[in-house]
């Protein structure tokens, strides 16, 4: 199993934003195989829609960093692990903008970058970049069609429903080629029709301390995305996971060890990481977790 950790972009960790650079070496050199960041730009006082599913909104939230940039620092201060976002949320980028940062971070990491992306829930953070919700599906595959033509073409042209990009030279593309495996979120019936047709691998989660993992929670939506995958002609082999470990605040650590091992032992996941920003409550804590989630779980 490889095993990856978010770096110190959210919660009490977000505080200490001088020291994301260290953290990404020092979990490196532990054995860290991936860094990963999220994207979460408000925390209403008033949820119109809360964290998953319910009301309120985690006080995790109140204090972000910038993922992009985060991503950046992780891959400049790192040799050997990728560097991934679970998730992004492409409709609210244009799809330009969003391919050259993401080819910046590429670059700059030679080639580790592990893009995933998603739509979101939060109707506030769309209301604060200015748009439309009910749009987001279909940005999203715009963002992705886009992304496909800014890597892959140049000239780049492209034209959908809310973006166009006129014939450009665009003379940088990712140093792993074609281009970077992108990744996609989600468990509704449309996002796991995107996934099986377009994605190099889906992104569920497993929630220690809310239980013990449920295999089926992955297994099963897997599998239909793999028969989806087939019916579009594709390889259902090609269709990779990687899973978030998203720990309760408090969790012990054995808990969150055997939900990697049971994904390990019981599901078709080679590779997760552990969300440390319910748990740490500093950079030099972090890395104490990681240090012990490696020691433990290996």
Not at 12 to 25: M, S
Not at 140 to 164: I, K
Request: charged share 25%; with cysteine; aromatic share 6%.
């Amino acid at each position: 199993m490889r095993i990856g950790f978010t770096i110190p972009q959210m919660g009490p960790l977000a505080r200490q934003a001088v020291e994301a650079g260290r953290f990404a070496t020092e979990a490196e050199a532990l054995g860290a195989d991936s860094l990963w960041v999220g994207d979460r730009l408000l925390a209403p006082v008033e949820p119109t829609v809360g964290y998953g599913g319910g009301d309120t909104i985690p006080e995790a939230f109140r204090t972000v960093l910038d993922p992009f940039a985060m991503m950046a620092v992780a891959a400049a201060a790192t040799e050997r692990a990728e560097i991934g976002s679970n998730i992004l949320q492409a409709p609210w980028y244009a799809p330009a903008l969003l391919a050259r940062s993401l080819t910046t971070i590429d670059l700059i990491s030679g080639g580790r970058l592990l893009p995933g992306f998603g739509t979101g829930w939060s109707p506030e953070e769309y209301e604060a970049v200015g748009v439309p919700m009910k749009e987001r599906g279909v940005r999203l595959d715009e963002a992705l069609d886009a992304l496909e033509a800014w890597w892959t073409t140049d000239p780049v042209e492209f034209e959908g429903e809310y973006t166009r990009i006129p014939a450009t030279h665009v003379g940088l593309k990712p140093a792993r080629r074609p281009r970077p495996p992108v990744h996609l979120a989600g468990f509704a019936p449309a996002a796991m029709r995107r996934v099986a047709r377009r994605a190099d691998g889906w992104l569920p989660v497993a929630k220690p301390g809310s239980g013990p993992f449920a295999p089926e929670s992955v297994n099963v939506p897997m599998a239909e995305i793999r028969r989806l995958a087939a019916e579009a002609g594709r390889d259902p082999s090609e269709v990779g996971v990687i899973l978030r470990v998203n720990p309760a605040p408090d969790t012990p650590l054995d808990e969150i060890v055997e939900a990697i091992a049971g994904a390990g032992r019981e599901t078709d996941v080679a590779h997760c990481f552990v969300e440390l920003m319910n748990l740490a409550h500093d950079v030099d804590h972090a890395l104490e977790l990681v240090r012990s989630l490696l020691d433990k779980a290996r």
